[in-house]
């Protein structure tokens, strides 16, 4: 049960590390970000509902073991899957809703009165800016989880619990891996 456990959450820190970051790589003409939006927007309600629907099912399954056992292990176990699927609830939620980062703009500008010429220049600044942004992003989530596995691996080699220092352990492991994807 103890590596099931770790494996789900190993599985989960991988799956939030490679969350769907939207990137448009196309050139920066207006019609053809027009179409990629067009066809993202698709995606992302299919998308939204996958997470809802996943997080409906971890919520229940989670609810209906927690209540079933007695393990204080396996009860943890079913709180934090109950934890994960209301996560993802959410997490869907917006997806379905509100879109990707690109949506606001994309509406704002589709929706406006500017020529076809003027969408197409101010997407080029709009593009030239998120890519900036992009990179600052990469940098903090390489920090962030780089602090996570000095602290996780600092709080392991305090513990005395073998239990306890393994989970510091294996969460400063799967930090470290995960800071290391954001460096390239």
Do not use: C
């Not at 770790?6 to 820190?13: R, Y």
């Not at 229940?60 to 007695?70: A, E």
């Not at 709009?126 to 992009?134: A, V, Y």
């Not at 780089?146 to 294996?170: G, H, P, R, T, W």
């Amino acid at each position: 049960m103890k590596k099931t456990l770790l494996v789900a959450l190993s599985l989960f820190f991988f799956s939030t590390a490679w969350a769907d970051d939207v990137v448009y790589d196309g050139p920066a003409d207006w019609s053809k970000f027009d179409q990629f939006m067009i066809d993202r927007q698709k995606e992302d309600e299919i998308t939204g509902l996958s997470y809802l629907l996943s997080g409906a099912l971890a919520t229940i399954g989670g609810n209906l073991g927690y209540y079933s056992s007695s393990d204080s292990f396996s009860r943890g176990a079913y709180a934090l899957t109950q934890s994960v699927g209301i996560v993802a609830i959410g997490y869907g939620a917006s997806i379905y809703w509100n879109g990707n980062e690109f949506d606001s703009f994309y509406r704002a500008v589709r929706d406006s009165s500017l020529s076809s010429a003027q969408k197409t220049e101010l997407l080029q600044r709009f593009l030239s800016n998120e890519k900036t942004q992009r990179e600052r992003t990469r940098w903090i989530r390489m920090g962030t989880h780089a602090l996570l596995a000095v602290v996780n691996f600092y709080s392991a080699s305090q513990e005395k619990d073998k239990d306890v220092k393994n989970v510091f352990q294996f969460l400063g492991g799967v930090n470290a891996l995960l800071a290391f994807t954001y460096a390239f």
